[in-house]
């Protein structure tokens, strides 16, 4: 069975400051998604990584994979409220079908 | 650009009922995705389709639960004698399987509350 482990659970910051957010498994994943999730709305996709060693960066949120694909961090730089929200990891299998999330980070930005 | 689309967005019934919700693919999507969501958890996967071909089930999914994609384009998710335990937010996610690696687009959900 995989497992993504999301750390931290919650993040209560002030604006300005950077953060990261990590997600950790044993499994290897044919890639790895990040997705923003508001308080009764669906999850919005952020970015893919597919490849070991990937970084993408998406304005002020650096996503990077990990070397063996079995990990993922997201880095948000100079967070602001509008960051505010639940961020989910969640990694495809080998078939890349289902998607298998970690338990997520709610990150709380004050202003 | 239409999204995926759920309807109904909220549903309350009571213990005992049967519902039903439709989710509505990004159009060119052959791929769907039923998803389950409590409280303080990320997604669970139910099943999903490719075109009208259900391919997996999650053990998740009980006898009291089936869904159907009949023309491999909308897919309805049927809750039958309802309990307690399926109060959840039913997520609906498509994607478009050419890729090696497999970008799911949700909908906004179905927040089922059963009494």
């Known amino acids: 069975t995989q497992l993504l482990e999301q750390s931290p659970q919650f993040l209560s910051i002030q604006e300005g400051e950077n953060l990261t957010v990590y997600c950790n498994s044993s499994s290897v994943f044919s890639s790895l998604q990040w997705y923003r999730q508001e308080p009764g709305e669906g999850p919005v996709l952020l970015v893919t990584v597919v490849t070991g060693g990937e970084v993408k960066k998406l304005k002020r949120l650096t996503f990077q994979f990990g070397d063996a694909r079995k990990d993922s961090s997201l880095h948000i730089t100079a967070a602001q409220p509008g960051d505010t929200g639940l961020y989910l990891c969640a990694g495809a299998g080998e078939y890349g079908n289902k998607l298998v999330f970690g338990a997520g980070t709610i990150l709380r930005v004050k202003s | 650009d239409t999204g995926v689309s759920q309807d109904p967005r909220h549903k309350i019934t009571k213990r005992g009922q049967n519902v039903t919700f439709r989710c509505d693919p990004i159009s060119e999507h052959n791929r769907l995705y039923w998803y389950r969501q409590t409280l303080g958890q990320g997604p669970e996967f139910l099943t999903y389709f490719q075109n009208e071909a259900q391919l997996e089930k999650s053990r998740l999914l009980s006898d009291r639960f089936s869904a159907e994609r009949p023309k491999g384009s909308f897919s309805t998710l049927e809750i039958q004698r309802t309990e307690q335990g399926d109060s959840a937010m039913y997520l609906c996610?498509?994607?478009?399987?050419?890729?090696?690696?497999?970008?799911?687009?949700f909908g906004p959900g179905t927040r089922l509350t059963v009494l």
């Open positions: 996610a498509s994607s478009f399987q050419v890729l090696s690696y497999n970008e799911q687009f």
